[in-house]
């Protein structure tokens, strides 16, 4: 049985309207992530190399391959500093 022509200009409504969607998610993930794909499985140990990376390039994504690092990357701390309760 032949679809309705009715039909035709509503589901493509509806599915450009989720393509639409889809990308502007994908652009966003990708936007936050320097254009990136996104990273996933993230554990401890990647997320102490995203702040050596932070603390190298500015960005949780930059890398470096100097192998000299910059001079504040010596005087700036992983280590969280907490106030005593």
Do not use: C, H
Request: charged content about 20%; aromatic content about 10%.
């Amino acid at each position: 049985m032949p679809v309705p022509f009715e039909a035709v200009i509503p589901f493509g409504i509806i599915a450009g309207l989720m393509s639409v969607t889809g990308l502007g998610l994908m652009a966003a993930q990708r936007a936050r992530n320097d254009w990136k794909p996104q990273r996933y499985d993230v554990d401890d140990w990647d997320l102490l190399m995203m702040e050596r990376d932070k603390r190298l390039t500015g960005t949780l994504r930059g890398q470096s391959d100097n192998p000299i690092a910059p001079p504040g990357f010596a005087t700036n701390s992983i280590w969280r500093v907490y106030k005593p309760i």
